[in-house]
């Protein structure tokens, strides 16, 4: 491969002596906390605008926090698409199932809303049935850094249970939310965001996106936050006082242990897949520039739009189209899977305990693939292929140089 030389001689001779936490994978995460989280939905009649007097249904996420059916969710869940309160009384249901044809919603009423009046959080009180065991979540308040690994959870379009895993990035965002890398979608705000530890440490409140200057076009997308310090007052009027987060720090007994564990399970396949996908690319290429003398699928050309001249994605051809989305479905999008899920699975195993800039931007390129094939799919008679994030260049040397030190400290016994 094209990068394979070059990392071997920068770092083959470094040695790795990093400690490893005992921390649950994502996986496992989902597993801890899946009893916890419940499917919101709120109908109400919009008060103003265009569409004023019509229904419409907001969705997104709640956490369970006491066995009596008290749920913290998103304020802003309550309002409608326009910020607005809704007209009269709106009706607020929750799913404790993620599967619509089992799950019976559980009518929150008017009385057993309350909304904090400073942060986008609200609490919701449900009926207690008598065949539901509530299973309330840990809700804990510490010293996190930036950088600590965490993972938020709900149901994306309200749909299946999702989870999306990222790290703290900062702590002064907007309103003191916290910023992180984590990438949600709709249907995920007043969600639970954990470390590692299946401690919720946070409320989803929402995806950003913010211009860089990395290239044309070019952004980013992160989530704010919801400290849960900042909602401490909306709980205690539950009876919920937040823990002190309880670190579970359980360093093992041998560096060599966790020099094995990172390169077996997490370093060595991921450098496996990166050169197995790297061949295929190369083969995909091939043929597309025998049948159709170019090497890419996705060409652009310069036009102008409102003034501003723009580069602007070109139709492909029909038989250009078929060729693509055929090499997309079988070959590509399982590939993109199956390295972004050896990442997501094992973070515990990522050297420094976090994801490198260069591992971010594989994920955001993964998402990104991800949602131009929906948008082809929706979309087939257009044959673009729009792609936001491309593939970053710097993953093949820094997957195989960590690869190398850490084999090489393997070797020393360090």
Known sequence: MRWIKSAIGIFALSAVSLPVYAQLSDVELRSALAGSIVRIEVTGTLAGGPKIGQRETRIGTGTIVSESGFIVTAKHLLLDSTGNEFAGVSDVKVFLSSDKSKAIPLIVKADGIRRDAFVDAALLKVPEPDEIKFTPATICNGSLKAATPVVAFGYPAGLSLSYKPGNIDSFDGPDNYWQTSISTYYGMSGGPVADKQAQVVGLVYGAQTASLARGQNATDIYTLVVPASS???????????????????????AQSEDNNAQIKDLYAPLYSELSVGEANFNVFREGFNNRFLRWSPVRYQRTVVNGQERRVAVPMSDSEWSFWMSWVERTFIPQNRKMGNLIRNHTDLLVGGVLTPCMKALLLHFSAFDESYRRAKLNPDERLWQPDHGWPPCIGPEVEGTLARLTAARANGS
């Open 231 to 253: 909602i401490t007052s909306l709980l205690q009027y539950a009876g919920i006082a937040i823990a002190k987060c309880a670190g579970r720090i359980q360093p093992r007994s």
